[in-house]
């Protein structure tokens, strides 16, 4: 608190009085002083933030180019720019082309042409409803080789008490391979070949006389079929 000379009387006075105690003349406001603002001045960046903040700008502005590239392109490709499906092909290991052997075909298996009664030597194994019956040869026969090459077992098909067909078997792949070869040798290129499957099979255009050639793996046995489809 601080004293001031009465503009009226000139006593003292106290700053905080509203009016003068000696004359009672009204004393001048004095309003209380209001601090002045604060000013906060930002300091600018400095040159390497600025450098890096720019840089890290047109990173991601470039970024955002290479994208729009990419899925230009995709979108280009899917509309058209890729080639078209190739058609497919026919697996090259299976025969599909039917081709027929120009040789004579076979007239018949064994000691048996086609059509012929069964003899009394060989014995029946099994028949069926359908008039056709499987034989063999008598136990303790063994079978003569097959183009000389060595065969395990052989059976003998009738329809209607007329031979119809035949087979052979062989053990071991050696016997399959010169089977193989020697058909070939004999009937010329196999009409029907599945190498995937082992099967291999000869035909004729003018008659019904099939010869297959198969071999199964698992066994290491070959079978040699001689069957005439007319009966």
Not at 8 to 21: D, H, I, L, R, Y
Not at 115 to 122: E, K, S, Y
Not at 157 to 170: E, I, K, L, P, V
């Amino acid at each position: 608190m601080a004293l001031i000379k009465c503009r009226e009387c000139g006593n003292q006075v106290s700053t905080e009085a509203a009016a003068c105690p000696h004359c009672g003349a009204p004393q001048r406001v004095v309003l209380p002083q209001i601090p002045p603002p604060i000013i906060v001045q930002h300091q600018p960046l400095s040159r390497k933030k600025a450098i890096g903040f720019f840089s890290g700008c047109l990173v991601i502005l470039f970024g955002l180019f290479i994208v729009g590239v990419i899925i230009s392109s995709v979108m280009q490709i899917t509309r058209g720019t890729s080639s078209p499906a190739l058609p497919r092909t026919p697996s090259p290991s299976i025969s599909t082309s039917l081709q027929f052997s120009l040789t004579p075909p076979p007239t018949g298996f064994r000691d048996f042409s086609w059509g012929d009664a069964p003899t009394d030597t060989l014995k029946k194994m099994a028949s069926h409803s359908d008039g056709s019956a499987m034989f063999t040869r008598p136990t303790g026969t063994k079978p003569y080789p097959l183009f000389d090459i060595p065969v395990a077992e052989e059976a003998f098909m009738f329809s209607g008490n007329r031979f119809c067909g035949g087979n052979a078997w062989m053990d071991g792949k050696d016997n399959f391979d010169k089977m193989k070869a020697e058909l070939t040798r004999r009937f010329g290129e196999p009409s029907f070949s599945n190498p995937r499957l082992l099967l291999w099979k000869w035909k004729w255009q003018e008659g019904p006389i099939v010869v297959s050639l198969n071999y199964q793996e698992q066994f290491a046995r070959t079978t040699v079929s001689f069957y005439n489809e007319k009966y």
